[in-house]
């Protein structure tokens, strides 16, 4: 049969990877080999960064050729991202557009306030927002939503287009690509994840950071977890069903949780705020309040989480859970936590869309 060479014509595919699911809804899509795989990523990505930022090269035509270069392995020119936004962000919002824009991609609607500023505020469903605005043609919609499950809607209603959802976040679900950074920064930190301790603080029931890390690091042996909360935010049977059926050693402790570190029981606290805008019940609010100054890092705490070596880590935003002294401590990391953040949505972006054509 006469074929047409035209149509032979295929884009080559770069570097091969694992493939990446073409959505992002839960950290549990995650395997160790697709984590090492976006992790050795973002290591280049950060050394990228470096080079671009610190002017390490001694000629501007030096620099221009080296972007380039990187660009073209690893760059989505061309590519477009639609954000979309039903929830207050500030970090996530700002390190997917950062992330996409040093990539070399446009970003032609951007909504965050879409309660607000979408036809949301008609009464129109996600669904059919999300549907109509895959037929525009993006290749990433990046979506964060109050409703638990959403990202796993909006992905099925728009199965018949070539675009990807990223959850940035769904109610009080998940977060998978917080999970992501969460733990490329212990990766960045402490190298082996495998056999690590790691403590959760605060609002255990409703952080949807700490319910995706958990799941994301139930995939690695010998990971012990610690859930520090006292009753009224402690987790849900659902994440003690998923970490049992993960076989994950885990206990759940209300009080004495100060000796998971002085006995050094633990490498890494995860603090967390308490996610005041899910609570359902004021009173129930109320009391979680009433009990949060207990489970609080103060400078005390901070300062022999230091001494004893044990990584602070916060999601962002804090609120009080962390006094603002323990900023100076060494093993507060939290900023530098957001900041590997940018890189690891970079690598994620680019792995996503290496050998999806045109
Ligand atoms: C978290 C979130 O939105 O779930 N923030 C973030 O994305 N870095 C944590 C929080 O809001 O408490």
């Given at each position: ?7 032979q ?17 839960s ?36 620099l221009?050729d ?14 477009k ?60 919609i ?5 409703e ?25 679900d998940e ?17 082996n ?27 690695y ?15 849900d049977d ?7 059926a993960?076989?994950?050693?885990f ?11 002085s ?7 995860y ?56 900023d ?17 949505r ?13």
């Open positions: 049969m006469q074929t047409n060479q035209a149509f014509k295929v884009q080559p595919l770069i570097a091969p990877g694992p493939e990446l699911p073409r959505h992002i809804v950290a549990s899509q995650f395997t160790p080999e697709l984590l090492k795989h976006v992790f050795n990523l973002a290591k280049e990505i950060e050394e990228f960064w470096a080079v671009c930022h610190g002017r390490l090269l001694s000629s501007e035509k030096e221009y080296y972007k380039e270069e990187f660009l073209e392995r690893h760059g989505v020119r061309g590519r991202m639609f954000i979309v936004f039903y929830e207050a962000s500030t970090r996530t919002r700002a390190s997917f557009a950062a992330a996409w824009d040093f990539l070399g991609g446009q970003i032609p609607f951007y909504t965050e306030n879409a309660k607000v500023f979408s036809s949301a505020a008609k009464g129109e469903t996600l669904e059919d927002t999300i549907r109509v605005l895959a037929s525009y043609g993006p290749d990433v990046v979506l964060r939503h109050d638990n499950g959403a990202a796993k809607r909006a992905s099925s209603a728009i199965s018949c287009y070539d675009v990807s959802i990223i959850s940035a976040g769904d109610g009080s977060h998978p690509t917080q999970a992501l950074l969460d733990l490329y920064t212990i990766h960045h930190y402490i190298r994840v495998e056999g690590i301790s790691i403590a959760f603080m605060g609002d255990v029931a409703r952080s949807r950071t700490i319910r995706s890390l958990a799941m994301m690091l139930a995939k042996p010998g990971v012990r977890m610690y859930f520090c909360a006292p009753k009224i935010t402690a987790m659902d994440l003690r069903i998923k970490l049992r993960a076989n994950v050693e206990y759940e402790q209300e009080n004495n949780w100060e000796s998971l570190i006995d050094k029981v633990v490498n890494v606290l603090q967390t705020r308490l996610q005041e805008e899910r609570f359902k019940d004021a009173s129930q609010k109320e009391e979680a309040m009433r009990l949060q100054p207990r489970y609080t890092i103060t400078p005390e705490i901070g300062r022999l989480m230091n001494e004893k070596r044990v990584l602070l880590m916060h999601p962002l935003p804090r609120v009080n859970e962390i006094h603002l002294a323990c100076l401590f060494e093993t507060s990391i939290y900023f530098s936590q957001a900041q590997l953040g940018l890189f690891v970079m690598a994620l972006l680019s792995a996503m869309l290496r050998n999806r054509r045109k």
